[in-house]
């Protein structure tokens, strides 16, 4: 399943990302997200691995996440493999006083799961929406 959202965030580019990049405070901006905790030393960058844990309909899942693209301040990228498969690349880049943030993400459901796809990608377009929204109302609000 693939998804894409974009949204115009009235704060500088770097701000943005920095905000995106805590992602030990995604919980503060995103629904499903109940925590973040970061398993590697030293700074965010390309290789650190999060644990995390996440509503999804139903149930509480638990994950590891994978930084595998980390350039500030255009762009952020993670994967992750169980229980379902899948990465989010985001890029951040200029649009006079504001910064736009293109989100791209990849779901690869397995079994039943992935037999629900289909039915599960309105759901999660509307869920993806809700966050990109909630992440920019958060950072404006200077929250972050």
């Not at 995604?26 to 109940?34: D, F, G, L, M």
């Not at 169980?82 to 504001?98: H, I, Q």
């Not at 397995?110 to 039915?119: E, I, N, T």
């Amino acid at each position: 399943m693939h998804l894409t959202s974009t949204i115009a965030i009235e704060v500088p580019i770097e701000r943005a990302f920095d905000c995106w990049a805590a992602l030990e405070r995604a919980s503060e901006h995103q629904k499903p997200t109940i925590s973040r905790s970061k398993l590697t030393d030293g700074p965010v960058r390309a290789g650190t691995r999060f644990s995390a844990v996440d509503r999804w309909p139903g149930r509480t899942v638990r994950f590891e996440m994978e930084i595998t693209e980390y350039e500030r301040p255009t762009r952020i990228a993670a994967r992750w493999d169980e229980p379902m498969g899948g990465a989010w690349d985001t890029r951040f880049r200029l649009a006079g006083n504001a910064t736009v943030m293109d989100f791209d993400t990849t779901i690869e459901p397995s079994g039943v799961m992935g037999l629900l796809a289909p039915l599960m990608k309105p759901w999660a377009a509307r869920q993806l929406r809700s966050g990109m929204n909630s992440f920019k109302d958060w950072v404006e609000s200077g929250a972050c």
